[in-house]
């Protein structure tokens, strides 16, 4: 009887999931304004109606799963006091703690992201606004470079941001539903899967919080350097050779474009050291710091370069 009654649960929560992945498809569905450029399209992708909205459907898919969660560890629980052998106290009251969680989302999520940080920060870009392009007549393809970087730069930011908060949200649902069955199956539901799902999830949920840790870390500020000191490094440089405002302008587009690709590698080491905690082989520590810092490092290339300057003793950023 306990067993069917389990199996019902599980099975709601999953057609919950479904629903969910349902709904997020649908809202992705292109806004009716079109889209003029490729920014524009990556804003219509990753803007369904607003992010609060995909969060809102999230947390009442984590109330229902909570709430069958909590009810199904008082069934336990009385089957314990039944026949503590057959029905061990510790799965019921797994089930009820990790139902808790599903039904206090919200406030769960504060709690873990305090712990990690102390305090609620930054969650990442909460607007999608495309640069708008440049006429390239006259130009070459260094003008048609920085429109395509400018125009998807901070698309791009809020892409990222919007998928990050959309994983952490699941993983952490997803570590708290874990949590639920934790005895029933100790590999799949082992405390290092559940944590690893709560603590990383947190991380994606505040992924501009967990930016800044990790560049106070590395270079002991968060603040990302502009492109000033390079641009005067170019002008010291080509003085001679005339105007160089088109060629700062490439490099700065090819600087931007290496920061976006430092900001994706950053949330895969998160995602490659999430894997390697839940036992995938294929994934090592070692990947995912890698992932993590040098993305961090392509962030704030400038910071970077600054500092391999300096180290050096090299006279280009002086």
Request: aromatic fraction near 10%; include cysteine; charged fraction near 10%.
């Amino acid at each position: 009887m306990l067993v069917a009654i389990r199996n019902r649960a599980v099975a709601a929560f999953n057609a919950s999931s479904a629903i969910i992945t349902a709904l997020f498809l649908l809202g992705m569905i292109p806004s009716k304004a079109d889209a003029a450029t490729f920014g524009d399209v990556i804003c219509n992708i990753s803007t369904p109606n607003s992010v609060g909205d995909i969060g809102a459907i999230l947390t009442g898919v984590a109330y229902l799963g909570g709430a069958i969660a909590i009810g199904s560890g008082l069934l336990m629980l009385s089957k314990s006091a039944e026949n503590s052998r057959d029905n061990p106290l510790h799965k019921a009251i797994a089930a009820m703690v990790g139902g808790t969680g599903l039904l206090f989302l919200p406030g769960f999520t504060n709690w873990s992201v305090t712990s990690l940080f102390t305090y609620q920060g930054a969650g990442g870009v909460t607007s999608c606004v495309p640069g708008q392009p440049q006429s390239s007549s006259g130009g070459g393809l260094d003008v048609m470079m920085t429109n395509l970087v400018q125009n998807i730069q901070d698309p791009m930011v809020y892409l990222i941001s919007f998928v990050s908060f959309i994983a952490g949200t699941f993983f952490m649902i997803r570590g708290l539903q874990k949590a639920t069955k934790y005895g029933a199956d100790p590999r799949a539901n082992s405390v290092t899967a559940i944590l690893a799902n709560i603590i990383f999830g947190a991380l994606l949920f505040t992924v501009g919080q967990t930016v800044d840790t990790i560049m106070t870390t590395i270079f002991g500020t968060n603040s990302i350097t502009s492109f000033d000191a390079v641009g005067n490094a170019i002008d010291n440089m080509f003085a001679s050779a005339g105007d160089t405002t088109q060629f700062k302008a490439a490099m700065k587009a090819a600087f931007t474009f290496f920061q976006l690709i430092g900001m994706i590698a950053f949330v895969r080491g998160i995602l490659v050291l999430k894997a390697h905690a839940e036992g995938d082989s294929q994934k090592t520590i070692t990947q995912g710091l890698t992932h993590i810092i040098g993305g961090a490092m392509a962030i704030n290339i400038y910071e970077f370069l600054q500092q391999v300057n300096d180290t050096f003793g090299f006279d280009f950023l002086s």
